[in-house]
T-cell receptor, first 116, second 112 residues
């Protein structure tokens, strides 16, 4: 597609339930990021996929969080046993990994997750 | 590890005032530097970027930023702000092949 697409745009879930958030990056982009943006907070890095390399998971806040990227394209962020502190906007971004071209990250609109 | 520091969390200015938002990063190697902006209710979008060459880069809407390597800084400037510049501004840095790291953001409110 023309841009980074995230779904759903909004998700309300009950505490303790699992949720899956989806990201479709820009076609051809090999780098994909997940960030979390909480009210009044900055952008918290969660996980980074770069081509076929092992993902950088250093930002995942707990083992309830996991992400995968299938076929080097679509990515799913899964949060198990959601807690109220997981409520935030989850942002996905993608970029090209070629050093000779722009490496700016393009962001999706985000998924607003509310845990009640 | 890379890190980014933005000096001000909230800035309030009157229209036509000059703006400078500070950004410092920590990383010893070659970096790419970015400023992103998030207008109310909208998604993050790129304001300007530095990869190489002229350390003074110009972006959209009259913004510019200067990369000072010796100071590890990439401050954002605009000579005269408008009410429509009200937004949150994020500085970001990455080294090639590494993750993009953001600062905590600066919320700018421009009074009309």
């Amino acid at each position: 597609g023309a841009g980074v697409s995230q779904s759903p745009s909004n998700k309300v879930t009950e505490k303790g339930k699992d949720v899956e958030l989806r990201c479709d990056p820009i076609s051809g982009h090999t780098a994909l990021y997940w960030y979390r943006q909480s009210l009044g907070q900055g952008l918290e890095f969660l996980i980074y996929f770069q081509g076929n390399s092992a993902p950088d998971k250093s930002g995942l806040p707990s083992d309830r969080f996991s992400a995968e990227r299938t076929g080097g394209s679509v990515s799913t962020l899964t949060i198990q046993r959601t807690q109220q502190e997981d409520s935030a906007v989850y942002l996905c971004a993608s970029s090209s990994d070629r050093a000779s071209v722009n490496t700016e990250a393009f962001f999706g609109q985000g998924t607003r997750l509310t845990v009640v | 590890a890379q890190s980014v520091s933005q000096h001000n969390h909230h800035v309030i200015l009157s229209e036509a005032a000059s703006l400078e938002l500070g950004c410092n990063y920590s990383y010893g190697g070659t970096v790419n530097l970015f400023w992103y902006v998030q207008y109310p209710g909208q998604h993050l979008q790129l304001l300007l970027k530095y990869f190489s060459g002229d350390p003074l880069v110009k972006g959209i809407k009259g913004f510019e930023a200067e990369f000072i390597k010796s100071k590890f800084s990439f401050n954002l400037r605009k000579p005269s702000v408008q009410w429509s510049d009200t937004a949150e501004y994020f500085c970001a840095v990455n080294a090639y092949g590494n993750k993009l790291v953001f600062g905590a953001g600066t919320i700018l409110r421009v009074k009309s």
